[in-house]
């Protein structure tokens, strides 16, 4: 389906940009001043080598496109379509971030009732997704540091971002686990290996 132009979404990933300094600094940790040798064995393993190349702003544009070729790059911005569900992902290689966000209703009339059901969604059920109020709306987002997300852990932030905003009003789900016995693993595992099987050359 053609993907139409989501301008509240681009506003965000300009608002986004302008805060990336801020991000940045916050991520930052001073390097620990320690002795040589003071945290490892004498003899420690060398660490195994990493089994897929970093995130970068490139290969992520590319595992988005196998999932829907028509996806649009507007700044440090991708807009793309999975399940009829709009996802835009922004991500800032200077502050080694990246989020991935999915529009879900104005925030205009939210009541603190269900603002506390969100934040008790956002402590067990949503998983690594999170619900979010940011220029008047509120979305599911997912965020993690961009270099060192796996290709895997990419798909299943989509599919969780989505099933957050899926859910709303109900299970208020991630997706990823079910507690109870429900069919809402089932569903996460069907999709992420449908998008797996989309992008698995790269």
């Not at 290969?59 to 496109?65: C, G, H, S, W, Y």
């Not at 649009?72 to 399940?83: K, L």
């Not at 009732?113 to 067990?124: G, H, I, T, V």
């Amino acid at each position: 389906m053609p993907l139409r132009p989501f301008r509240h979404l681009i506003a965000l990933a300009a608002f986004m940009a302008c805060t990336n300094l801020a991000i940045a600094q916050e991520s930052e940790t001073p390097d620990a001043q320690e002795a040589p040798g003071a945290l490892e064995a004498p003899d420690a393993p060398e660490a195994p080598l990493a089994s897929e190349p970093p995130m970068t702003m490139v290969r992520m544009a590319q595992i988005i496109r196998a999932i829907d070729p028509e996806a649009q790059a507007a700044g440090n911005a991708i807009q793309f379509i999975i399940d009829d569900i709009p996802v835009v992902v922004i991500a800032d290689p200077g502050a080694n971030r990246m989020r991935a966000m999915v529009p879900i209703r104005s925030a205009a009339g939210l009541s603190s009732d269900e603002l506390m059901r969100l934040m008790q969604a956002n402590f067990d059920t949503a998983l690594d997704a999170r619900y979010a109020v940011a220029q008047g709306r509120l979305w599911g987002v997912f965020i993690h540091p961009l270099s060192s997300l796996e290709k895997d852990q990419l798909l299943s932030a989509f599919i969780q971002t989505i099933n957050v905003a899926r859910t709303y009003g109900q299970t208020y789900s991630g997706g990823a686990l079910s507690f109870g016995g429900g069919d809402s693993n089932g569903i996460y595992q069907e999709l992420l290996k449908e998008l797996q099987e989309l992008g698995e050359e790269i």
